[in-house]
């Protein structure tokens, strides 16, 4: 025969309770490390795709500095610009104030239409005329003939006009490749406290926003650009999480492609192009966020974990329980059999000589057998019990089932003990199956009687107390020590105080079952050597109106 090691028994639990929490433990690592990765991937990918963008960005600003420059002032013919066709050049003006909204005003000068506005510039705004600004127009004149000398195609100054504000570049046309004099000047002014902004609007915002638009993905990329002093030129200053940061230096003009045919010039400004995401930190969270369902699944594996751990408990002591109930049972039917036994034997082999003596032989093996029906009894409504008892829910008034239940059972023990009932009127009402509250006060009543002393007196009162209908068996026998009262519920649990009945201590868990069934409770009040009282409290119902009349309660099994 092989007997389990109680450690071996222990040891599967143990091994599952280390695998699921192993299990758990790495699917979390497994998770967390897929989630950083795919974190750092994404950082890496956005931070790439950023920095392209920003590079595109820096080259859109640097194509709205040099266009004017380069392209329309060079879009008339020399020739033309000659002839003095301003007609011409505003056509082209036109154009490039469309394109270039950061453009305050183009100019021009002629020699050929120098004679309209002598020593001056004029300019050409967004009304679509060439207009004079004597002040600034002679001003950029002046700056003209100033730089001249140096024989430069272009000329850049800052600070230009009466309130040393403007910007000014400017495209000189010289006669001969001598450079000794020149016959046309064209230009542009910019307004720096305006001009920045106007960088970004449309149609330049389109194209800005097509670039963003084709490098973002989810999440999607925003664009931030601040100015020398760190101040927002465009964007929003929570553009988020920034990926890529582009230093641009910002001059009014293409330095690059015409510093080396220039004199005068500009401050170069520090830029900073900032490309970002502000779902990024979401996207983030939202990464993190998918470690809700895994750590779900884990609490709800370590629930099923707990809950096996648990029924593994449970069944173990069903199992401990079995076997004490089937060594209690056969210890108790033991001391029955064996007198049965003894006493039928001495009759069998004819050794009784007295009619007394075979009277009272008589009288053990009636005792013996009623006590051996009484366990049986006691074990088949024990069993019962564990099996999921149906019972029969009816109204029922409580005083007229207690009042019945004590008539029947004092039936049997007329003369020996005196039974008193009290009820106060009819009532109260419950939602009971009747035999099984039958069977309970039935069992409380044998246990009256079979506890009970010298003074053989059993008081029951009915009465409802709030929202409970409560009966009170009390008797005036041995009593329950303190120490024992809880426990006298337990299943074969016997107070020593009545060792010398006989009993088996499954008459008040039965009582207990029965009652916390039908929502109520059982308890005992008790002092040793003076009496018992043990109360039974059920809910009360309100009777249904046809059942407003006491019930009249079928005669009920006395259990003992
Ligand atoms: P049994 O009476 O068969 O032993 P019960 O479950 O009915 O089993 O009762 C458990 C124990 O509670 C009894 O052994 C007894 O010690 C004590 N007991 C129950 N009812 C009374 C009572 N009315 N007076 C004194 N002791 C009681």
Same mark, same amino acid.
């Given at each position: 025969?092989?007997?389990?090691?109680?450690?071996?028994?222990?040891?599967?639990?143990?091994?599952?309770?280390?695998?699921?929490?192993?299990?758990?433990?790495?699917?979390?690592?497994?998770?967390?490390?897929?989630?950083?990765?795919?974190?750092?991937?994404?950082?890496?990918?956005?931070?790439?795709?950023?920095?392209?963008?920003?590079?595109?960005?820096?080259?859109?600003?640097?194509?709205?500095?040099?266009?004017?420059?380069?392209?329309?002032?060079?879009?008339?013919?020399?020739?033309?610009?000659?002839?003095?066709?301003?007609? !011409?050049?505003? *056509?082209?003006?036109?154009?490039? @104030?469309?394109?270039? %909204?950061?453009?305050? =005003?183009?100019? &021009?000068?002629? #020699?050929?239409?120098?004679?309209?506005?002598?020593?001056?510039?004029?300019?050409?705004?967004?009304?679509?005329?060439?207009?004079?600004?004597?002040?600034?127009?002679?001003?950029?004149?002046?700056?003209?003939?100033?730089?001249?000398?140096?024989?430069?195609?272009?000329?850049?100054?800052?600070?230009?006009?009466?309130?040393?504000?403007?910007?000014?570049?400017?495209?000189?046309?010289?006669?001969?490749?001598?450079?000794?004099?020149?016959?046309?000047?064209?230009?542009?002014? !910019?307004?720096? *406290?305006?001009?920045?902004?106007? @960088?970004?609007?449309? %149609?330049?915002?389109? =194209?800005?926003? &097509?670039?963003? #638009?084709?490098?973002?993905?989810?999440?999607?990329?925003?664009?931030?650009?601040?100015?020398?002093?760190?101040?927002?030129?465009?964007?929003?200053?929570?553009?988020?999480?920034?990926?890529?940061?582009?230093?641009?230096?910002?001059?009014?003009?293409?330095?690059?492609?015409?510093?080396?045919?220039?004199?005068?010039?500009?401050?170069?400004?520090?830029?900073?192009?900032?490309?970002?995401?502000?779902?990024?930190?979401?996207?983030?969270?939202?990464?993190?966020?998918?470690?809700?369902?895994?750590?779900?699944?884990?609490?709800?594996?370590?629930?099923?974990?707990?809950?096996?751990?648990?029924?593994?408990?449970?069944?173990?002591?069903?199992?401990?329980?079995?076997?004490?109930?089937?060594?209690?049972?056969?210890?108790?039917?033991?001391?029955?059999?064996?007198?049965?036994?003894?006493?039928?034997?001495?009759?069998?082999?004819?050794?009784?000589?007295?009619?007394?003596?075979?009277?009272?032989?008589?009288?053990?093996?009636?005792?013996?057998?009623?006590?051996?029906?009484?366990?049986?009894?006691?074990?088949?409504?024990?069993?019962?019990?564990?099996?999921?008892?149906?019972?029969?829910?009816?109204?029922?008034?409580?005083?007229?089932?207690?009042?019945?239940?004590?008539?029947?059972?004092?039936?049997?023990?007329?003369?020996?003990?005196?039974?008193?009932?009290?009820?106060?009127?009819?009532?109260?009402?419950?939602?009971?199956?009747?035999?099984?509250?039958?069977?309970?006060?039935?069992?409380?009543?044998?246990?009256?009687?079979?506890?009970?002393?010298?003074?053989?007196?059993?008081?029951?009162?009915?009465?409802?107390?709030?929202?409970?209908?409560?009966?009170?068996?009390?008797?005036?026998?041995?009593?329950?020590?303190?120490?024992?009262?809880?426990?006298?519920?337990?299943?074969?649990?016997?107070?020593?105080?009545?060792?010398?009945?006989?009993?088996?201590?499954?008459?008040?868990?039965?009582?207990?079952?029965?009652?916390?069934?039908?929502?109520?409770?059982?308890?005992?009040?008790?002092?040793?050597?003076?009496?018992?009282?043990?109360?039974?409290?059920?809910?009360?119902?309100?009777?249904?109106?046809?059942?407003?009349?006491?019930?009249?309660?079928?005669?009920?099994?006395?259990?003992?």
């Amino acid at each position: 025969m092989s007997v389990t090691h109680p450690l071996w028994r222990v040891r599967p639990l143990v091994l599952a309770i280390t695998a699921t929490i192993g299990a758990a433990v790495l699917v979390l690592y497994f998770q967390y490390r897929a989630i950083a990765t795919l974190e750092s991937q994404t950082k890496v990918i956005v931070r790439q795709l950023s920095e392209q963008a920003a590079t595109e960005i820096a080259g859109e600003l640097h194509r709205a500095l040099a266009g004017p420059v380069i392209d329309t002032m060079t879009a008339v013919s020399q020739p033309d610009l000659r002839a003095g066709r301003f007609d !011409l050049v505003a *056509q082209e003006y036109a154009k490039a @104030l469309a394109a270039y %909204p950061h453009v305050d =005003r183009f100019l &021009a000068w002629s #020699a050929r239409r120098e004679i309209n506005a002598p020593g001056e510039v004029v300019f050409f705004g967004r009304d679509g005329h060439f207009a004079r600004d004597a002040t600034l127009g002679r001003a950029v004149f002046e700056l003209a003939r100033k730089h001249a000398p140096a024989q430069h195609i272009f000329i850049a100054a800052e600070g230009i006009g009466a309130q040393k504000r403007h910007q000014v570049l400017l495209r000189v046309f010289w006669n001969d490749a001598k450079r000794l004099d020149y016959f046309a000047v064209l230009g542009l002014v !910019l307004d720096p *406290q305006t001009s920045p902004a106007r @960088l970004f609007e449309p %149609p330049r915002l389109a =194209r800005i926003n &097509a670039i963003l #638009a084709r490098h973002s993905g989810e999440p999607a990329l925003r664009l931030r650009v601040l100015d020398e002093r760190g101040k927002v030129v465009f964007g929003n200053a929570d553009a988020g999480q920034i990926s890529t940061r582009l230093p641009f230096p910002m001059l009014f003009y293409p330095a690059e492609e015409i510093q080396a045919r220039m004199s005068g010039g500009g401050e170069m400004r520090t830029w900073q192009i900032e490309v970002g995401s502000p779902e990024m930190a979401g996207a983030m969270s939202g990464m993190s966020q998918s470690y809700w369902p895994t750590l779900v699944s884990v609490a709800l594996m370590l629930v099923a974990l707990g809950l096996t751990v648990q029924a593994h408990r449970r069944s173990a002591e069903l199992a401990e329980m079995q076997t004490d109930f089937v060594a209690h049972v056969s210890h108790q039917l033991k001391t029955p059999l064996s007198l049965l036994s003894a006493a039928t034997e001495t009759l069998q082999l004819d050794r009784v000589r007295s009619p007394e003596k075979l009277s009272e032989y008589l009288d053990t093996i009636h005792a013996e057998a009623g006590r051996l029906s009484h366990l049986v009894q006691r074990v088949l409504e024990f069993s019962r019990m564990q099996q999921d008892r149906r019972y029969e829910l009816e109204y029922v008034d409580f005083g007229a089932l207690t009042r019945e239940t004590v008539d029947a059972f004092a039936l049997g023990l007329a003369g020996q003990f005196t039974f008193s009932v009290d009820i106060d009127g009819p009532g109260p009402y419950v939602h009971v199956d009747p035999a099984a509250i039958e069977q309970a006060l039935a069992n409380l009543l044998d246990n009256a009687v079979k506890y009970s002393d010298t003074i053989k007196e059993i008081a029951v009162r009915v009465r409802n107390d709030h929202h409970w209908a409560i009966v009170e068996i009390a008797d005036r026998g041995v009593g329950v020590a303190a120490a024992d009262q809880d426990r006298i519920f337990d299943r074969f649990y016997r107070a020593s105080s009545g060792l010398h009945r006989p009993g088996f201590g499954l008459g008040l868990p039965i009582v207990r079952e029965l009652v916390e069934a039908h929502g109520g409770r059982v308890d005992v009040t008790s002092v040793p050597g003076a009496g018992s009282t043990f109360r039974i409290s059920l809910p009360q119902a309100n009777p249904p109106v046809i059942a407003a009349s006491p019930r009249s309660v079928e005669s009920p099994e006395a259990v003992s």
